[in-house]
Nanobody, 122 residues
Framework: QVQLVESGGGLVQAGGSLRLSCAAS?????MAWFRQGPEKEREFVAV????????VYADSVKGRFTISRDSAKNTVYLQMNSLKPEDTAVYYC??????????????????WGQGTQVTVSS
């Protein structure tokens, strides 16, 4: 069982930046970030293909967030710029156990981190 550990969350003012990291204890394939705001369902943020180079973003973060990965370190990152109060949520890292098409669905991922809180003040 692969363990995922997120870090990098915190409190930031609107317009600021944060960088989230997710370290995996073993090999993973497609890696994604999801988030869950207060009283909201978990929603897709971004995904990166297992080999890197192919990414998909939610419309709400496109142009502001960048997902990347360091396969040698089994680590995926989420650089978040121009943060808005509506970005406030618990951010979760997710990983796939095998080669698969990129997906925005929660059920497509086998491994999940514990989440890291991101709070954006206005």
């Amino acid at each position: 069982q692969v363990q995922l550990v997120e870090s990098g969350g915190g409190l930031v003012q609107a317009g600021g930046s944060l960088r989230l990291s997710c370290a995996a204890s073993g090999r993973t394939f497609n890696m994604a970030w999801f988030r869950q705001g207060p009283e909201k369902e978990r929603e897709f943020v971004a995904v990166i293909r297992w080999g890197g180079g192919v990414t998909v973003y939610a419309d709400s973060v496109k142009g502001r967030f960048t997902i990347s990965r360091d396969s040698a370190k089994n680590t995926v990152y989420l650089q978040m710029n121009s943060l808005k109060p509506e970005d406030t949520a618990v951010y979760y890292c997710a990983g796939g156990a095998g080669i698969a098409p990129l997906s925005q669905m929660v059920g497509a991922y086998n491994y999940w981190g514990q989440g890291t809180q991101v709070t954006v003040s206005s």
